[in-house]
Nanobody
Framework: QVQLVESGGGLVQAGGSLRLSCAAS????????MGWYRQAPGKQRELVAG???????NYTDSVKGRFTISRDNAKNTVYLQMNSLKPEDTAVYYC???????????????WGQGTQVTVSS
């Protein structure tokens, strides 16, 4: 059974940085695309960054140039480096394995507990 464990969140001032980690188990990590989602209070969960098995990346417009997704297949871990954080980045952040269908990606595993990111102004 796939297990995803996110960590690295916290409280940071606007303009600051955080690095999130997601350790995956129960799957062949290296062949899976992986992604980071976030869900702010009262909003739908959104995909903010994705990385394919061959390290191609994609970002939602609101985080382009500020967030960087990366992976370490030896550690079965995907990272999200978040710089120049804004109050609107405040959310619970989740990772998941991704399945591509057409031009869209979809989560495939049970969600982990997520990690809270709070950006103060």
């Amino acid at each position: 059974q796939v297990q995803l464990v996110e960590s690295g969140g916290g409280l940071v001032q606007a303009g600051g940085s955080l690095r999130l980690s997601c350790a995956a188990s129960g799957m062949t990590f290296s062949i899976n695309a992986m992604g980071w989602y976030r869900q702010a209070p009262g909003k739908q969960r959104e995909l903010v960054a994705g990385i394919t098995s061959d390290n191609k990346t994609n970002y939602t417009d609101s985080v382009k140039g500020r967030f960087t997704i990366s992976r370490d297949n030896a550690k079965n871990t995907v990272y999200l480096q978040m710089n120049s954080l804004k109050p609107e980045d405040t959310a619970v952040y989740y990772c998941n394995a991704l399945f591509a269908h057409g031009s869209r990606w979809y989560p495939t595993a049970k969600w982990g507990q997520g990690t809270q990111v709070t950006v103060s102004s």
